[in-house]
């Protein structure tokens, strides 16, 4: 069964932090990376961060390295995102998902800028920082 369910979402305040959730069914956590991607309103679906299942590799969006951390707990199969120093540009729908690098296009380094790399797609949770 394929599932991915996104949790942790809310407001707050600009500088603060927030940390988001995403458990995975079995079969979806045996894909090779997660990612997270967020949607602001009126803007297309943005890469923010990858983690390679096996192995732990993680990947950033320039504009949240340094802030944000990816990380997995595999007793768990569960991908976090630790979210700090927030600011109204993060607000959006954060979306996890599961993908596998199928072409070179879909490497670590790219794969954040190409959303076809992802089969499943969890159904998104909200976040918004308010100056």
């Known amino acids: 069964q394929v599932q991915l369910v996104e949790s942790g979402g809310g407001s707050v305040q600009a500088g603060g932090s927030l940390r988001l959730s995403c458990a995975a069914s079995?079969?979806?956590?045996?894909?090779?990376?997660m990612g997270w991607f967020r949607q602001a309103p009126g803007k297309g679906r943005e890469g923010v961060a990858l983690?390679?299942?096996?192995?732990?590799?993680?990947s950033y969006a320039d504009s949240v390295k340094g802030r944000f951390t990816i990380s997995q707990d595999n007793t768990k199969r569960t991908v976090y995102l630790q979210m700090n120093t927030l600011n109204a540009e993060d607000t959006g729908v954060y979306y996890c998902?599961?993908?596998?690098?199928?072409?070179?296009?879909?490497?670590?380094?790219?794969?954040?800028?190409?959303?076809?790399?992802?089969?499943?797609w969890g159904q998104g949770t909200q976040v918004t920082v308010s100056s």
């Open positions: 998902a599961a993908g596998d690098p199928k072409t070179w296009l879909c490497r670590s380094d790219l794969a954040l800028k190409n959303p076809a790399c992802f089969d499943y």
């Open positions: 079995e079969y979806t956590y045996n894909s090779r990376y």
């Open positions: 983690i390679y299942i096996s192995g732990g590799m993680t």
